[in-house]
């Protein structure tokens, strides 16, 4: 009792031990080749903290998520300062695989409450990245923000369909936890709450799994739980240029505080699996403009084929259907939109209703929503097949800031400097 | 398109990439030995289906769960056996890494609706384990099953301070589904949902992650959401005796179809942790009776060092409080009572009051509920001072049948022959 550890001493790891640990799904895993850029050497490693950009964007994908959306009770502009700085060195600690104190779980003096809640002891880092966005709630006169909104953190327009629970939506500062291990991201995000008691409360938390996109070609594409694969054609790491044009913002865009900062759309997507599980396959593959074993294009035969919108099979028909999900999503469709998607799977239950409450968490990083999650969406809410077995049931819109560049700085300070 | 698959030929794996795939929560399994009972090898090979009793219970915990309780719809004996036999089957291929059905989730003819949802191609078998168990609800005049009741499956009687809330407690049929890849448990409930459908409907479903037991000596010990090792002091699968004479229903005690098999109580029970986090770590360790770093025994070094319930400290006080969790539940004070627990941390969201909606699922396996989980719980519910951060939310008692011997027996058939 009473003496410091480090959680990743616990069970001192060597390489060897490090190699089997902390990967989850799998083929993804054991097929990683080492990525151009930063990047854990294995699945348990710590991926680094300070730098350009946050973490969580670009780095590739790992298996599990939690999402937590915080609404700040204090009104002082102090008050949030502080908690952002105080969060900064925690998540510091956090992501290198430490305990969120100096003092961890079972530091001195045992009168006071631990300064780390103790369930990641002897974890390591487990590949945990977390990422803080700001919502356009705060941007407000509490903090004397008002005028620091950027302009590409409009609200989002009424979609078409779509029922909004006001309650998981929305929020003034979201974080996402995501690692290799959940009880390692649930953690990190506990302890955030934990420091942040008094002066922010939970809104709404998502627990997901088995990411639904690769973010690298590293990785093997997962699957989401419709079956198919997802993330082919997602904007990669590797895609240096795109990267500049279409996932960071810049100076140029307005919000010089932005500069090497992205936004993040979150739609909480429920699908009726069950529906779905009774529709033919032909059907399936139709909806989607793939095929469900590689992922090929229909009329093609790999999964990285590229898409031809023109071709036709022998029924002189389009083997892609007009109002297919890939053609409808695709760049050429929405003056060349891309977006970083980085959704997760989800299941929340059952719904009261006999059934799975399950789906897609969907995340997506990108320069500018006006440009480009708005008009995909605004298409897809209109025209896309899928929409009969889905339901968009929560929506987040966050300002995600640049880096934190060393122990000197802190998450946010461009927007209060 | 059309082609049959299997998840395990998808990527090839050789044991080197086998190796490296599908560990979850990490020290477990990085120091696991080779157990002595049946056991993958990897943490991504299969366990096997077929046996004298039902994997899931004494075979290693996994790191994943998604439990799930069906009301059986059908009021046709028949239409149940039929179900049973189906279910059975998909088990038999779902545990071993094959898709549910023989036509996969890409089989032929493309016209139909495929027999696999699809979202677990490419992963390995992943240690899945699924395990029934039968609700007293069955035991009635639909199915001629009244006078099948085991006595041991009597009703729980009402525990001081429990809250539970019907909708997600009981239930006619329990699968618990456990894997070191949470795509991989929620793939198998699914199928099974849908090859069940008509007949029967998901009356409430859970997910958990990070076991909170260890139920093998070659488990390192997990951590439970309070931060504190769980399942130290649990029934092992290296404790043969115990286990016949405190997990494995035999025939002289009454119902001889439950000969081999096993009664689980889950209790899901919510924790506060925000109260919790804020307690000082000495209260902390008096109310489990054990300290945080090592999981000790209070007044002792190591975690595995024997209870001493005499042993006072300086203060002349007991090291273990008289009301220590450790204390109230152990065999002593309750005539030599064991529970094999099985039990996962979960985390719900949030809780609307801003606050996580997180605690633990409590799983125990047993031979006789009313000597063992009832005695044991009814003195933990009067005089644990965990209460004080804790609630129970829900409940569930469920008699699991023997294993199925091969592939020409099913799920329950000595309950139905
Ligand atoms: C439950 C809902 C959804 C499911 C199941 C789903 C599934 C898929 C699948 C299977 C693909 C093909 C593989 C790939 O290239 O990644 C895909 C592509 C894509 N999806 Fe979705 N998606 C969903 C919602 C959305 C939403 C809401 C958006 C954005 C508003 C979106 C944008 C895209 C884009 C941009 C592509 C790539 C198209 C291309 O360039 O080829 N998806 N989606
Ligand atoms: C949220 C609720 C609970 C928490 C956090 C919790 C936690 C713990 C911890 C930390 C230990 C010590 C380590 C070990 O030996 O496993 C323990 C022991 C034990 N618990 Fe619990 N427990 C909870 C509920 C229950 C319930 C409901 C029961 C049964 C009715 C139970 C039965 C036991 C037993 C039998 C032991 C072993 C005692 C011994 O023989 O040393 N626990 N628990």
């Known amino acids: 009792m009473g003496e410091r550890m480090s959680r990743r001493g616990l069970f001192g790891l060597g390489a060897a031990g490090a190699a089997v640990v902390g990967a989850g799904v799998v083929g993804a895993n054991a097929l990683l080749d080492e990525p151009p850029v930063a990047h854990a050497a294995s699945t348990s490693d710590p991926f680094p903290f300070y730098g350009e950009h946050q973490a969580g964007i670009v780095t590739p994908a790992q298996d599990r998520l939690h999402f937590v959306s915080f609404d700040v009770t204090t009104d002082k502009?102090?008050?949030?300062?502080?908690?952002?700085?105080?969060?900064?060195?925690?998540?510091?600690?956090?992501?290198?695989?430490?305990?969120?104190?100096?003092?961890?779980?079972?530091?001195?003096?045992?009168?006071?409450?631990?300064?780390?809640?103790?369930?990641?002891?002897?974890?390591?880092?487990?590949?945990?990245?977390?990422?803080?966005?700001?919502?356009?709630?705060?941007?407000?006169?509490?903090?004397?923000?008002?005028?620091?909104r950027p302009a590409a953190l409009a609200d989002l327009p009424k979609f078409p369909g779509e029922q909004l629970i006001p309650e998981i939506s929305g929020g003034d500062i979201c974080v996402q936890a995501c690692a290799h291990d959940p009880q390692v991201a649930v953690h990190a995000i506990r302890n955030l709450a934990r420091i942040g008691f008094g002066k922010v409360s939970v809104r709404w938390s998502q627990l997901g799994f088995g990411r639904t996109s690769s973010t690298s070609r590293a990785q093997a594409t997962p699957r989401n739980l419709m079956g198919f694969k997802d993330g082919t054609n997602n904007l990669k790491l590797e895609d240096a240029d795109l990267l500049q044009q279409q996932l960071w913002a810049a100076a140029q865009d307005g919000s010089a505080w932005m500069a090497g900062g992205s936004y993040v759309v979150t739609r909480k997507i429920r699908m009726t699996v069950e529906t779905w599980d009774r529709t033919s396959l032909a059907e399936q593959e139709q909806i989607f403009g793939r095929n469900k074993g590689?992922?090929?294009?229909?009329?093609?035969?790999?999964?990285?084929?590229?898409?031809?919108?023109?071709?036709?099979?022998?029924?002189?028909?389009?083997?892609?259907?007009?109002?297919?999900?890939?053609?409808?999503?695709?760049?050429?469709?929405?003056?060349?939109?891309?977006?970083?998607?980085?959704?997760?799977?989800?299941?929340?239950?059952?719904?009261?209703?006999?059934?799975?409450?399950a789906g897609l968490f969907f995340i997506a990083y990108q320069r500018d929503p006006r440009k480009q999650f708005v008009p995909v969406q605004l298409s897809l809410a209109k025209n896309d097949q899928l929409n009969e077995y889905i339901k968009h049931v929560s929506s987040g819109l966050f300002a995600c800031p640049p880096g934190v560049r060393d122990a000197g700085d802190y998450w946010g300070r461009t927007l209060f400097e």
Chains 1, 2 share one sequence.
Do not use: C, M
């Not at 002189?316 to 760049?331: E, M, N, S, T």
């Open 77 to 148: 502009r102090a008050d949030l300062v502080e908690l952002l700085q105080e969060w900064t060195a925690a998540a510091a600690r956090l992501t290198q695989g430490k305990e969120a104190g100096a003092f961890g779980a079972v530091g001195v003096p045992p009168e006071a409450p631990p300064d780390d809640t103790g369930e990641a002891l002897g974890l390591p880092a487990s590949g945990l990245t977390l990422t803080i966005g700001f919502g356009a709630s705060l941007f407000d006169k509490r903090f004397g923000l008002e005028g620091k």
């Open 294 to 357: 590689e992922g090929a294009p229909l009329g093609k035969k790999a999964e990285f084929d590229p898409l031809d919108f023109a071709a036709k099979g022998p029924d002189g028909q389009p083997y892609i259907k007009v109002d297919a999900h890939v053609r409808l999503a695709h760049p050429s469709a929405n003056g060349n939109a891309h977006l970083l998607r980085r959704g997760y799977n989800f299941v929340d239950g059952s719904d009261g209703l006999g059934r799975l409450d």
